[in-house]
């Protein structure tokens, strides 16, 4: 191994980077674990090594440590999804590299999203390009349509499962699928033919039980490319002409990947995720451990899961066969499986955790029993707080089984002899440690074999092809312990250092690129000695300062840049991701936010208004930040008040700061708006109405916050814009299209940052309402897949479309060309010239650029001094990039610049 390194660097580099990476290992695990685990890097890293080129060496040993970032200069990233934009004949990564290629030359880097093995609830013949040519794949999804086993968006359907529920899943490659094959094939190969029925019913299999995989977030394995999307080589013809960032999904697998299913079958210890039993659950619950934990989702911090059943071959019907012959024992009536079967997922429901396929038909099949009872569903259920779309049990039916059973009319036996019975049956219930959702569970870092686990995932991802960067997926939650807060811990810190000093070593000129979804100080804060990071305070910045055409946001969001940034820090940027808006990055709940509380109501009415949807993350009920409540106060106009107010609260001192939290924890939601009303001497109705005191009371009273605002980009503008009166008035589409160019257009000039789009604003897209109501899931909203016959790049009538793409590209095409851009140099400068137009200003090595956008839809006229500006010498002429036009001065050297509505010119 050690050959090879100093092939690639000094040795001096190499004693000393092992060295840190085994002090560091021996301070989080002790000497002797600490070792074992430095085994292990050297073990896989040695794999890796003996696994690369000359090319690769070379490529490696040329990387300069001193300028890490120069290989990314005049680089523009698409954000994509392996499957945004597709056709049925060919592997999504050709037609997403194809489709690029053709109509986005201006992109030269793409951040391929996901794109290992997932769960997938509708079918593509692309999964079957394994078993099948492509144009006999595309006949079998036919079929299966025309036959009604898929529904037109290609879902199984309940005739699938009347199929399946009735034949077994055992007999439905001959029921489905030989017959098609038959009609396909010649010869009389029997056995061979059987074989691959088997195989593409398990394709439809997959799907018909699927479940949330969190935009490809929840993969199964990380050592192979999901079929749909295609092959290694695919990715590999890729990185041949762009730079390519993949994703290290560094905190959890899916649900169903290998590791967990062989614990359910018994055949490991489950010490690489953190497992615990229903009575810990309980326990932990009951004493308040679960809430010391910081949740940046809704979703429940544990999932209930079932072990395998010793009689695993038992269908559900036979083993709510076997519950029926136990109550027949005990002397009790049989009752309908459908009851049975819910009873088995009632823990699961009881929890508000998401639901799989199979837990979904048993819910939907159990209200159809209640219906035919006449027994009022709004008697056992109501809205869940935590599942879009969803529903939880009211109060009185969560309190055990035995309560919903005498809700149904059967004597509490009935739930009592279930739970003695039902882990033999249906399996032994366990929970395990899930921050992001019910199907990604969490890898224990403190394991042999969770540690293992991370590094193979890291040199898996390394091995696959050349990369410019690595994503960092939600970095700093990668330290978990039970009852601990689990974020930005000191522990996840020194394993975040371990995880850089091996691609240093092993694969320098991969830049570890921190994905930290956190309001902008912090991000500065965590990354103080300098690196490479996201920014999200820009994402409703930009939106919101558009839809108020007024650049107050943006003039805060620079004034922290400019302050707080790290010196050697260089953010990623863009207008959007493929998650929600980021609620967080905009910094709402903090006085040093970019937009005030009463800003972020309006343009979370405007999301509503076209269509988006907010999603909300839980706090700990009962306490607050004090600097949040400053914020309120303060912008309520309280703060006359503010002493009698913080008589309802003690203080305590934490980490992240004083900490505010209520003398009396039950205190209600009116309960507290009467005692303000009455310090303050408004009435109720009033102060109900002012934003930020709905926020605060959503935050201290519900426990909850938005933490994001799913839609596009594009549906995210406001469509209605004032004219300069008190009228409104619909914007045209050109208009739309050069606003929305504008706004990417700063974001793609802001700082000396690297830029990105993702694909979906790359065509200007508005909601997806079907693939929301597919889902349930609100960032569906903003996770298009675009078939590539039906945009029609060449012909698009859309007035939109036919404004904007050529625009975008040609935005594109200038910034990768532009010499004044240098990631990581400080060279920028930005400037509000009035209340509606902005000035990016990027200069290096004496070449300086001028980005000048009208954000509002008034026709304005401006002077500027480009020689007042940093750096910059006196001017002659300019030329306006975009048009061509030349604009010369004044006689006394300031230039008159004309701009209409949402004008914008990229002057050099």
Known sequence: MIDILKKIHSDSFIEETLGVIKKN???????????????????????????????????????????????????????????????????????????LGTYFPGINGIHILPERVMSHYDVWPQDFFEFLSRRDAVSLVEYLQKEEYLDEKRIPTEKY??????????????????????????????????????ALVSVIEGAYNSHFNDGGFSQKTRAKIDPRFGTLNDLKEITSGYSVMLDYVVNHLDIDNDYLEAFRRGQNSGDAFILITPKEYDDMQRNGELSKTFRPRPFPLFTGVRKYPLNKDLTLSGKAEQINAVFTDSGLKPIDERVILFFSIYFK??????????????????????????????????????????????????????????????????????????????????????????????????????????????????????????????????????????????????????????????????????????????????EKDGGFAYLFGQVNSVVTAFNEQNLEPLKRFYTLFKEKQPRNFVPFIMLSTHDGRSVQGLGVQRTDGHVSIEQFYRLKEVIEDQGGKAKYRSVPRGQVAMDTFEKVITEAGLNAFKEKFLTLFTSQSVSEGDVLILTDPD??????????????????????????????????????????????????????????????????????????????????????????????????????????????????????????????????????????????????????????????????????????????????GGKHSFILGNISRMEQEIRINPAALAGAPRISRLRDLLSGAIVTPESDGTFILHFGPFGMLYLE
């Open 25 to 99: 290992l021996a301070e989080l695990y002790g000497e002797k674990k600490g070792r074992k685990n430095y085994n292990c890097i050297i073990e896989a890293g040695e794999k890796f090594l003996r696994s690369l080129s000359d090319k690769d060496i070379e490529q490696f040993a040329s990387f300069n440590r001193t300028q890490p970032y120069d290989h990314l200069k005049g680089k523009k990233f698409a954000i994509s999804y392996p499957d945004n934009v597709y056709i049925d004949e060919e592997p999504t990564l050709q037609t997403l590299k194809r489709v």
């Open 349 to 526: 429901v009881q929890n508000d955790q998401g639901l799989t396929a199979e837990d979904k038909r048993v819910l939907d099949r159990f209200k159809k029993y209640l219906k035919e009872q006449g027994i009022e569903e709004g008697s056992i259920f109501t809205v869940s707080a935590r599942q879009p779309a969803g529903q939880m049990f009211r109060a009185e039916t969560a309190e055990d089984l035995s309560a919903l059973v005498s809700i149904l009319g059967f004597e509490r036996e009935y739930g009592e002899i279930f739970l003695q019975h039902d882990d033999e049956i249906f399996g032994e219930k366990f929970f395990v440690y899930t921050t992001f959702s019910e199907s990604q569970v969490d890898i224990n870092p403190l394991s042999e074999s969770g540690f293992k686990m991370i590094i193979d995932d890291l040199f898996h991802l390394l091995s696959s092809v050349n990369l410019a960067m690595m994503r960092m997926d939600a970095i700093k939650y990668l330290w978990k312990e039970k009852g601990r807060r689990n974020f930005d811990m000191e522990e996840g810190n020194i394993l975040i250092d371990v995880i850089r000093g091996v691609m240093q070593l092993f694969a320098p000129g991969v830049l570890p690129l921190d994905e930290v979804n956190s309001p902008d100080p912090v991000v500065y804060k965590m």
């Open 667 to 844: 205190t209600e939601r009116q309960e507290l708006l009467e005692k303000m009303a009455a310090f303050s001497g408004m009435s109720i109705q009033d102060l109900s109405r002012i934003p930020a005191i709905d926020y605060f009371l959503d935050w201290i009273i519900d426990g909850k916050t938005i933490y994001e605002l799913c839609a596009t980009s594009r549906s995210s503008f406001r469509k209605h814009v004032r004219n300069g009166a008190p009228s409104r008035g619909m914007l045209t589409p050109e208009m739309e299209a050069r606003r929305f160019a504008q706004a990417q257009a700063f974001v793609l000039t802001f700082g000396q940052a690297v830029p990105a789009i993702y694909f979906n604003d790359l065509l200007g897209l508005e909601n997806d309402y079907e693939g929301y109501d597919i889902s349930g899931k609100p960032r569906d909203l903003n996770r298009h897949k675009s078939n590539l016959y039906s945009f029609d790049f060449e012909n698009n009538q859309d007035p939109f479309i036919r404004e904007y793409i050529p625009l975008i590209n040609k935005i594109l095409l200038i910034r990768g060309k532009d010499p004044s851009f240098y990631p990581g140099s400080d060279d920028f400068e930005f400037e509000a010239l009035n209340e509606s137009i902005f000035l990016n200003h990027p200069f290096h």
């Open 161 to 198: 499962g009347a199929i399946r529920d009735r034949a077994g899943a055992a007999q439905l490659a001959s029921e489905l699928i030989i017959p098609w094959l038959e009609g396909i094939e010649t010869g009389d190969d029997t056995a061979g033919r059987e074989k691959r029925a088997d």
